[in-house]
Nanobody
């Protein structure tokens, strides 16, 4: 089981960039499939990007070409690089990890894109 803590959110203008970090504590991080989700007020939580333990990635159509998910197993950290940010990207961003029946969520970090 791992515990996840996100950081790196904040206020940014449209067209700007942010990098979110998710640090895992506990055993077996490199075995986990990782992902980023987001949730805006009044909306359902949606998948943003996933990164498997084997290195495969998937992205929501709305962020493809703008966001990049990556991991550094030596640092027990997964990242979400967000470029060309739009107001529609404004949401709480949550880190997720899964290994077999184990499932972990972070507390979230707020991203606000506004002029």
């Amino acid at each position: 089981q791992v515990q996840l803590v996100e950081s790196g959110g904040g206020l940014v203008q449209p067209g700007g960039s942010l990098r979110l970090s998710c640090v895992a504590s506990g055993s077996g991080f490199r075995l986990y499939n990782m992902g980023w989700y987001r949730q805006a007020p009044g909306k359902q939580r949606e998948l943003v990007a996933t990164l498997s333990s084997g290195g495969s990635t998937n992205y929501a159509d709305s962020v493809k070409g703008r966001f990049t998910i990556s991991r550094d197993n030596a640092k027990n950290t997964v990242y979400l690089q967000m470029n060309s940010l739009k107001p529609e990207d404004t949401a709480g961003y949550y880190c997720h990890g899964r290994f077999r029946s184990l499932d972990s969520w972070g507390q979230g970090t707020q991203v606000t894109v506004s002029s």
